[in-house]
């Protein structure tokens, strides 16, 4: 049986409070993957808040997810509370005692097999589960069709949780398989982390056995009116991903003018060496800048997207003080 892995995040706003000082006002957070520029809530009405989820509104939403990530006809969609309930499902839905994680990567996937029992394979091995990040967190390796066999194991999990910002390397035709299934989450690209949605695209057998285990009311009514306003909204997409682009090139001129290498990433976090990361990290704190280092590594750090020209111009100048 493994252990459970440590679970680190980004976040952790209130421990940096408690050893820096100040007031969360006062810091940029740029320790998650988090769109800062997030999309404009619509006006909901007042039963959205009173009344239970019905049956219509969740179809409205999975209607607008399977168009907009163009789901496989023979695959179904389902909404849920997050991503992170749906992976918690995932050692749920196949019999078995190994599953490959290659590493490093989100760590909520190992901790999930690990806490029902599974072995832990930090590495791309025959087991009887594959799971794979794409675009990996946080280096944003890409995984390719031609390189998966879902044949080879009882069930290949694909978390696609920072697709939206290359939806041309998405996976979803995978789902048409009977033992892959696709994680999406809603919060990152949108940028409404606190909503709480997440899909499973997967064929219908898995597709019911989830449904099962989330029970009757998997989503809020507000996420479920959310979530299906933003996901109709195409154009809004698009200038977003166009925004983000230039953002990460930007937030990369930045990060390189200051001595550091870029690693990889995405156009939602970066990732750079650094000689030390901790130490990196600590100076940026002292400037109330949240930054992400990684227990496996000594020189990684991340840095999610600042959010105006102000939040670049406070990262250049700390960055220049090191």
Not at 88 to 111: C, D, F, K, R, W
Not at 221 to 239: H, K, M, R
């Amino acid at each position: 049986m493994s252990r459970a892995p440590t679970r680190d995040h980004g976040g952790g706003l209130d421990a940096a409070l408690a050893e820096y000082g100040g007031a969360r006002g006062d810091w940029l957070d740029l320790s998650t993957g988090i769109n800062p520029t997030p999309y404009q809530l619509p006006a909901l009405e007042p039963s959205t808040w009173t009344d239970l989820p019905d049956a219509k509104a969740q179809a409205a939403l999975e209607t607008a997810a399977r168009s907009f990530w163009q789901v496989p006809n023979r695959a179904e969609i389902l909404a849920a509370n997050g991503a992170s309930a749906l992976i918690a499902m995932m050692p749920h839905l196949a019999s078995g005692q190994t599953v490959s994680i290659p590493s490093p990567t989100y760590n909520e996937h190992a901790a999930a097999f690990a806490a029902q029992g599974w072995s832990v394979l930090p590495h791309l091995a025959p087991a009887d589960v594959l799971v794979l990040v794409h675009p990996n967190n946080p280096d944003g390796k890409l995984w390719r069709a031609g390189n998966i066999d879902p044949s080879a194991y009882r069930l290949v999990v694909i978390d696609e949780s920072f697709c939206d910002v290359t939806p041309t390397h998405s996976l979803c035709n995978l789902a048409h398989h009977d033992n892959v299934v696709i994680l999406k989450s809603f919060g990152k690209f949108w940028g409404l982390a606190g909503v709480r949605l997440g899909f499973a695209i997967s064929a219908p057998a898995i597709h019911a056995r989830l449904k099962s285990l989330c029970g009757p009311w998997p989503v809020s009514g507000a996420a479920l009116a959310i979530g299906a306003a933003a996901l109709n909204d195409d154009i809004w997409a698009s200038v977003t991903r166009d925004r983000l682009a230039a953002a990460s090139a930007r937030l990369d001129a930045i990060a390189t003018a200051a001595g550091w290498q870029t690693v990889g990433g995405t156009d939602l976090f970066r990732l750079y060496e650094t000689p030390d990361a901790a130490a990196a990290q600590n100076h940026l704190a002292k400037a109330k800048i949240l930054s992400r280092i990684f227990p496996y590594s000594k020189t990684w750090i991340r840095l999610g997207l600042p959010g105006s020209d102000q939040a670049f111009s406070r990262l250049q100048a700390a960055l220049k003080s090191q």
